[in-house]
């Protein structure tokens, strides 16, 4: 049975001879540095108004509403992960 060849660490690193390497910047400032702040909030505003709807038993954020508010504060948490895939 014939041998394998074993190629050195060298051969692997280095590009082949003639080919040019070219370096890349990268742009890591994507412009959108209102996502990160905009989505916390949006988690915050869900979750406190949840908690505000269960701690004063259903009087407040929005007494007309009903059970409907807890709703509510899920649809702040869901636009909130909405507002998450915008982010990079």
């Given at each position: ?23 890349t ?43 409907w508010?807890?709703?509510v ?16």
């Open positions: 049975m014939p041998k394998s060849r074993i190629r050195k660490k060298k051969d692997r690193l280095t590009p082949p001879e003639g080919t040019k390497t070219q370096k910047k990268i742009d890591l400032s994507s412009g959108r540095r209102w996502v990160a702040p905009l989505m916390l909030a949006m988690f915050a505003i869900g979750l406190a108004w949840i908690v505000v709807f269960y701690v004063t038993e259903g009087r407040f954020p929005v007494e007309a509403l009903g059970n508010n807890i709703l504060g899920f649809g702040f948490i869901g636009v909130g992960f909405v507002v998450s895939t915008q982010w990079k």
